[in-house]
């Protein structure tokens, strides 16, 4: 919680030099508001746009949020330079070895580590809502054959959001969540249930329809990951139990990935319920931001790049195409740790467990290789570009035998926890919920007048000019053939 101010001391005094004018903006919990420098305005200079709108105040630019802070928050905390993780205070060490998901998901949505009788309501919950309609079944198997799992998962969960309209502020009134009663904390308790229930089921839905496979009833007294195994894998075998080496593998994975503040796609699930939409749609918009390869889909980069250099003795060739900047170093570089993930450490230890069971998967070798070229290279240490968790990641899911292509699947699945920790605090938050739209500096052109079409110019700019694209829809054959109708394919 913040704590308060003491203005006199805790604040900072800046001078604009354009009017000699002295201003004095609070700092509290070591930030300032950006919209205390709102206040310090200069008039217009001779020739400057009036776009700048500078009359109206100086404005705060940050490209990409390098240092803006969106909101307070209670979750996680991360120190990137001592490369500490700590969710609700507890070391991420001390979860990993103590706990499990499922707890460690109640702690991140709740703020406190749960008593038995709290923890078996939960579980219970969240296992009793891996159930989904039967028409999903028809919804999944609406995708062409070769559908990426992430478009299929995207989707589903927007699709999700149709089945509860009790859950749509759009339809039952904007503050359905934000009003912190019974009712209100109840509703919002049964969507985080379903999301993170039905995480898994759909999930295991996306895996199973490219293989032609008939869908799996969730099951009953399996743990979260086992159950998810389960759905995954059963075909139809008596008294089918996945391996408790890999639930629990699986289980130590997930709690790692289940938060990690203001990453890209928690941002994106924040900015999409800051309009209050409902949350399903803003877990949604979350699965597409961390499908992008600078985010969740690092890890399928990680594998891919690893069968692109192929063996350790190909590492140095890789290392110098880094560094002439035709390659990147997929799974190195974080916008915060500037050391070691703390989380590669413990991943580490899971992939030995796992591999004494699957055996060692064949890049791990080509994997070390890297590893240790990149640490010892100044290039990399200059740039404090040090593994991150996806690193590893990849390698435990190919050695459990998952495809590339679904392994942000399998980051989405835990980090719904951390979405839906993150959305409830948002609506809980003091003072509401104010809709998250951030200002530009707009550098385009100024006012101009309408030019008709017979007077027009092509600059001959590509970038101003739609590009001729290859209607590939069209055949040889219908090229060849002559028709009436449409003239130009
Ligand atoms: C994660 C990432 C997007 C962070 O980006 P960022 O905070 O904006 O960092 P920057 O892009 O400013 O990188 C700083 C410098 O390191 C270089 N760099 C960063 N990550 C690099 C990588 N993986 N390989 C090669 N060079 C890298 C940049 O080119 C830049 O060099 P420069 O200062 O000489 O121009 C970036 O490190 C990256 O692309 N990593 C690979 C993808 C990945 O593993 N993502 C998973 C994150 S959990």
């Not at 991420?92 to 406190?112: D, K, N, P, R, W």
Request: glycine residues 6%.
């Amino acid at each position: 919680m913040g704590r308060p101010t003491d203005v006199a001391n805790d604040s900072l005094t800046v001078r604009d030099n354009r009017t000699g004018k002295t201003y004095t903006i609070p700092i509290s919990d070591n930030a300032v508001s950006a919209t205390g420098f709102k206040a310090i305005s200069a008039p217009r200079k001779a020739g400057e746009r009036e776009e700048n709108e500078t009359q109206k105040g100086l404005r705060v630019s940050d490209k990409g949020f390098l240092n803006t802070a969106v909101i307070q928050s209670e979750i996680t905390y991360i120190d990137g330079d001592a490369g500490i993780l700590r969710y609700r205070g507890y070391p991420i060490e001390q979860l990993a070895t103590q706990s499990s998901f499922l707890e460690t998901a109640y702690l991140l949505i709740y703020g406190v580590l749960p008593t038995k009788d709290q923890f078996t309501l939960f579980e219970s919950e969240i296992l009793h809502h891996g159930v989904v309609h039967a028409e999903s079944e028809e919804f999944f198997r609406s995708f062409r054959y070769d559908a990426h799992p992430m478009a299929i998962l995207t989707s589903a969960f927007a699709y999700l959001g149709s089945y509860y309209s009790e859950a749509n502020p759009s339809l039952q009134g904007q503050s359905l969540f934000t009003k912190g009663d019974k009712a209100s904390l109840a509703n919002m308790d049964k969507q985080i249930f379903r999301l993170i229930g039905k995480a898994t089921t759909f999930a295991a839905m996306a895996y199973r329809v490219r293989q032609g496979r008939d869908f799996v009833t969730p099951p009953t007294g399996l743990s979260y990951t086992a159950s998810f195994l389960y759905q995954l894998d059963h075909l139809g075998q008596v008294d089918y139990a996945p391996s408790p080496v890999l639930a629990k593998a699986l289980d130590v994975l997930f709690l790692l990935h289940a938060d990690h503040e203001l990453n890209a796609s928690c941002t994106t699930v924040l900015q999409t319920a800051s309009s209050l939409v409902d949350p399903y749609s803003a877990i949604a918009a979350g699965c597409a931001s961390l499908y992008g390869p600078l985010h969740g889909g690092a890890n399928e980069a990680v594998i891919r790049m690893l069968i692109s250099i192929g063996s350790p003795a190909n590492v140095p060739a890789f290392i110098e195409a880094v560094k002439r900047r035709e390659k990147v170093l997929s799974g190195f570089g974080h916008r915060v740790y500037k050391t070691t993930d703390p989380r590669s450490y413990i991943i580490r230890k899971t992939a030995d467990e796992v591999f004494k069971i699957t055996g060692k998967d064949e890049l791990l070798e080509t994997a070390m290789a890297l590893h240790d070229a990149a640490m010892n290279d100044e290039f990399f240490q200059k740039r404090k570009l040090y593994p991150n968790v996806d690193f590893w990641s990849g390698l435990i899911y190919r050695a459990m035998g998952f495809p590339l292509d679904f392994f942000p699947v399998l980051f989405v699945v835990p980090r719904v926890v951390g979405w839906l920790a993150h959305w409830r605090q948002m609506m809980l938050q003091q003072g509401g919920v104010k809709i998250w739209r951030p200002r530009q500096v707009y550098v385009g052109p100024s006012k101009r007048d309408y030019v008709s079409i017979d007077d027009r110019t092509d600059d001959k700019d590509a970038k101003k000019t739609p590009s001729a694209v290859p209607h590939s829809g069209i055949s040889k054959r219908t090229r060849l053939a002559s028709f009436k109708g449409k003239s130009k394919l």
